[in-house]
């Protein structure tokens, strides 16, 4: 089993900063792709960013130039710098890492934070 656990969300005023965190925990051979998915309320989830060993790193057009994903092996963690952050960056954010099962892979998704932005 594996378990994956995000910190980092809150409240901030418009054009501040936030780091999330995603730290996973559990039966880990190796973590293929982490990545951030948000949610606004009554919408579907959408991708924020990637990071994987197979296509590197990947950003939605939203979020190009502003938010950074990275990650640390050793630590099976990933991390979403966020900057300049803006009223409609606010929803919950979640957490995913694909994990090779055999021949497929499986996706492990955290419980999600909540940003907030807000002045």
């Known amino acids: 089993q594996v378990q994956l656990v995000e910190s980092g969300g809150g409240l901030v005023q418009p054009g501040g900063s936030l780091r999330l965190s995603c730290s996973a925990s559990?039966?880990?051979?190796?973590?293929?792709?982490m990545g951030w998915y948000r949610q606004h309320p009554g919408k579907m989830r959408e991708l924020v960013a990637s990071?994987?060993?197979?296509?590197?790193?990947k950003y939605a057009d939203f979020v190009k130039g502003r938010f950074t994903i990275s990650r640390d092996n050793a630590e099976n963690t990933s991390y979403l710098q966020m900057n300049s952050l803006k009223p409609e960056d606010t929803a919950a954010y979640y957490c995913?890492?694909?994990?090779?099962?055999?021949?497929?892979?499986?996706?492990?998704w955290g419980q999600g934070t909540q940003v907030s932005v807000s002045s």
């Open positions: 559990g039966s880990i051979s190796n973590i293929v792709a």
């Open positions: 990071i994987s060993t197979d296509d590197g790193t």
């Open positions: 995913t890492a694909d994990i090779p099962d055999g021949i497929v892979r499986r996706r492990y």
